[in-house]
């Protein structure tokens, strides 16, 4: 069964970093395009970073371009979230969630549990 | 982007109930419409994709329609674990957009 664990959320303080993990097993990796998808307490699906499988290209959402990068490893089965200069807006649960084809469009098909990215001081 | 406007936000039902949610994009979108279901403190699961097309294990009580720019989920007869919010999100072009959410509660 396709399994997605989400990691490295935390409380940081505005202006700070964060690296969330996502460890995947159950599927082939590196098959399939990998997205971050947050929700705020409350309110609705945001989607905030996909990468493809393979070639890893990426795409952003602009809420987040030039502060959050998202990666793979596809060695480790591993995606990754980094989070510069953190706001007290990006506070929200982080859910990785796998997309069902290799491209970075598509549906997302299997979802973690979440990690949750408090931004206070 | 692409908006897409979720109607109604909220909505109350009973067991037994046929329930429709619409969603509306601001633009053609091809058909790559996608619909969730997600229960407080849980995530989000795919439940149709492609407007019409059930994913695998979702019971046939659920189902999708509609084409271009306007979209509809049913429910065809609500079951108790059915009560949950409901996302259409489009992927016809970046950044794939969600609607803001049917919230299904029990009348």
């Known amino acids: 069964e396709e399994q997605l664990l989400e990691s490295g959320g935390g409380l940081v303080q505005p202006g700070g970093s964060l690296r969330l993990s996502c460890a995947a097993s159950?599927?082939?990796?590196?098959?399939?395009?990998m997205n971050w998808v947050r929700q705020a307490p409350g309110k609705g699906l945001e989607w905030v970073s996909g990468?493809?499988?393979?070639?890893?290209?990426?795409s952003y959402a602009d809420s987040v371009k030039g502060r959050f990068t998202i990666s793979r490893d596809n060695s480790k089965n591993t995606l990754y979230l980094q989070m510069n200069s953190l706001r007290a807006d990006d506070t929200a649960v982080y859910y990785c969630?796998?997309?069902?084809?290799?491209?970075?469009?598509?549906?997302?098909?299997?979802w973690g549990q979440g990690t949750l990215v408090t931004v206070s001081s | 982007d692409i908006q897409m406007t979720q109607s109604p936000s909220s909505l109350s039902a009973s067991v037994g109930d046929r329930v429709t949610i619409t969603c509306q994009a601001s633009?053609?979108?091809?058909?790559?419409l996608n619909w969730y279901q997600q229960k407080p403190g849980k995530a989000p699961k795919l439940l149709i994709y492609?407007?019409?097309n059930l994913e695998t294990g979702v019971p046939s009580r659920f189902s999708g329609s509609g084409s271009g720019t306007d979209f509809t989920f049913t429910i065809s007869s609500l079951q108790a674990e059915d009560f949950a919010t409901y996302y259409c999100?489009?992927?016809?072009?970046?950044?794939?957009?969600f609607g803001q959410g049917t919230k299904l509660d029990i009348k």
């Open positions: 969630a796998k997309g069902s084809l290799r491209l970075l469009d598509s549906p997302f098909d299997w």
């Open positions: 633009q053609d979108i091809n058909n790559y």
């Open positions: 492609d407007a019409s």
């Open positions: 999100q489009q992927y016809d072009t970046l950044p794939p957009g």
């Open positions: 159950g599927f082939t990796f590196s098959s399939y395009a």
């Open positions: 990468i493809s499988g393979t070639i890893g290209s990426t």
